[in-house]
């Protein structure tokens, strides 16, 4: 048969087993200390690092904030500055005039005066342009 445990024995302890209790007490109650220790190092360690992270999050969205205010300071001044600027319309009533005008044809001061040197220079279209007569002074009390 199986063993049995002896009956406990009624009455009082005895100091050899009281003492062997209060020694296996005393190992679980370190072992217990030692346990919280570790668990109140490792959650100190760990909330450290949440407060670091925390404060590393808490920078980058202040920088993104920071960011996103100037860019929207440059959209507003990007707005601002395509509202001073022409539209289609004005646009419109610029390219009509300009091919009414048609720019290409006009010839500048210098451009004229080389190309009438240029002839002058050139004996027969000198022998086609008549001389001025006589050059007379018109004064407007003769």
Do not use: C
């Not at 199986?2 to 679980?28: R, S, V």
């Not at 490792?42 to 980058?60: R, W």
């Amino acid at each position: 048969m199986a063993n049995t445990p002896p009956p406990p024995e009624q009455g009082g302890f005895d100091a050899a087993k009281l003492y062997l209790w209060i020694k296996a007490l005393e190992g679980k109650v370190n072992n217990l200390l030692r346990e919280v220790d570790l668990i109140k190092n490792d959650f100190t360690k760990k909330s450290g690092d949440l407060k670091k992270d925390l404060k590393a999050l808490n920078n980058d969205f202040m920088e993104y904030q920071h960011e996103q205010q100037k860019t929207s300071e440059k959209m507003d001044l990007i707005i601002k500055e395509l509202r001073q600027t022409a539209g289609s319309e004005e646009v419109q009533v610029i390219k009509r005039y300009i091919e009414l005008w048609n720019p290409l044809n006009f010839v500048t001061q210098r451009d004229l005066e080389r190309m009438v040197e240029n002839k002058l220079k050139n004996p027969e279209v000198k022998e086609k342009i008549p001389l001025p007569l006589k050059e007379e002074k018109h004064s407007p009390f003769n």
